[in-house]
């Protein structure tokens, strides 16, 4: 039982560039999270999702898109890298009703 | 809308010395408490949570904190810290429908220094 997942561990863009992040669980959770972490601002709910097929925006969403096609995965894409998108991305998920949010281990992306 | 305040961004305390982590919250709505940890270079892990019940809440580690809703409070204590205790902490909250769905609202954290 592997938990929460995410791939890459680090990843280093250039600004304009693209790319997906992968988060992945094994526990049958029907919610997904997407958060940011960044210095001296705690964490904040970039969009989530409530089953396969629905997304939905959090608190900070602009500049990101997300997909649950599969009830286990939930990609987290940046269709042109910013600067200010420079964080340390965490995916969660919990079972619905037990509000208890399990947390991957993280992936820090640089923009330069 | 919900918001999180921890008073304190960093707490030094000597080894074996009681700690408390302040926490206090705003919301329009009834809301679930949560306080979380993160070890250097890791994801984050439930210490504990309030949902109902008892407002005296005991998690792991011996942690403990005290859900107070006069004071819109839910202050993280342990009466002896040990130099693993060294982390990040995290308070959040939930609004208190809809399964948890919508996510958490966090706090900005608190570093916690142990020192020797």
């Known amino acids: 039982n592997a938990g929460v997942t995410q791939t890459p561990k680090f990843r280093v863009l250039k600004t304009g560039q693209s790319m997906t992040l992968l988060c992945a669980q094994d526990m049958n959770h029907e919610y997904m999270y997407w958060y940011r972490q960044d210095p001296g601002m705690g964490l904040r709910l970039i969009h989530y999702?409530?089953?396969?097929?629905?997304?939905a925006k959090g608190e900070v969403p602009d500049g990101y898109n997300v997909s649950r096609l599969k009830k286990q995965n939930f990609l987290l894409g940046l269709e042109s890298a910013a600067p200010s998108q420079t964080s340390v991305y965490f995916c969660a998920s919990s079972l619905k009703n037990t509000y208890e949010q399990y947390f991957g281990p993280g992936t820090r992306l640089t923009v330069t | 809308a919900q918001s999180v305040t921890q008073l304190d961004s960093q707490v030094p305390v000597f080894e074996e010395a009681p700690v408390e982590l302040r926490c206090n919250y705003s919301?329009?709505?009834?809301?679930?408490l949560f306080w979380y940890v993160q070890y250097p270079n890791q994801g984050l892990q439930l210490l504990l949570k309030?949902?109902?019940?008892?407002?005296l809440v005991k998690g792991i580690n011996g942690f403990e904190a005290e859900f107070n809703k006069s004071q819109t409070s839910f202050h993280l204590r342990k009466p002896s810290v040990h130099i693993s205790d060294t982390a990040e902490y995290f308070c959040?909250?939930?609004?208190?429908?809809?399964?948890?769905?919508?996510?958490?609202?966090f706090g900005k954290g608190t570093h916690l220094i142990i020192q020797p």
């Open positions: 309030y949902l109902s019940g008892s407002t």
């Open positions: 999702s409530v089953g396969e097929g629905t997304t």
């Open positions: 959040a909250v939930s609004k208190d429908s809809g399964g948890g769905a919508d996510g958490l609202t």
């Open positions: 919301s329009s709505v009834s809301v679930y």
